[in-house]
């Protein structure tokens, strides 16, 4: 039986360029910020234990900006628990979702990830900020915003029972003498 049985309902939240309420200087280089409204979630009486994933997105190059091939969009914010590289890198957001050839052909491109990563975040946050980067060390990262025309990128937040996530990891706990 898994330890992190989830509740049998999800948060869903669809991000857009549009509804980003960042500043210009954070957006011209790929970073987007959204307010989430208090009564968005479906209940506050749910778990404190929340993973959040992208499910699914898309997203539209200006190709006359800059060549990319992959492109990334990483949780800046809320920082999650469980996620870390192997360099112990923080500047690089871990990774929600990833767009592949999109460098290839001009519009919109569907998102290519078999597997939803989820990463541990406090439930209900009130504020999500994402940012999109390319493979390797930032590159174009100073014009990501113009590189970005328009995206949607759609979350989901799983919430798990507290009671059975402390017991869970209580029985995984094995004290060191």
Do not use: W
């Not at 959204?34 to 994933?53: D, H, L, M």
């Not at 025309?149 to 798990?160: M, Q, R, T």
């Amino acid at each position: 039986m898994e330890a992190y049985q989830a509740y049998p309902l999800y948060d869903y939240i669809q991000l857009t360029k549009s509804s980003s309420v960042g500043t210009s200087v954070e957006e011209a280089k790929g970073i987007y910020t959204f307010n989430i409204p208090a009564g968005f979630y479906q209940s506050n009486q749910r778990s404190s234990v929340a993973t959040v994933e992208a499910c699914v997105g898309s997203v539209s190059i200006d190709h006359t900006q800059a060549t990319v091939d992959t492109l990334n969009v990483g949780l800046v914010s809320p920082t999650p628990s469980n996620a870390n590289t192997t360099d112990n890198s923080t500047t690089t957001a871990p990774i929600l979702i990833s767009f592949d050839n999109v460098g290839l052909t001009t519009g919109r491109q569907g998102q290519y990830q078999q597997e939803g990563i989820a990463y541990q975040i406090p439930a209900r946050p009130s504020v999500i900020k994402i940012m999109f980067f390319e493979d390797g060390a930032g590159t174009n990262q100073s014009s990501m915003g113009a590189i970005v025309s328009d995206f949607i990128v759609n979350l989901k937040f799983k919430y798990y029972d507290p009671i059975k996530t402390s017991v869970g990891l209580g029985n995984q706990y094995t004290p060191t003498l």
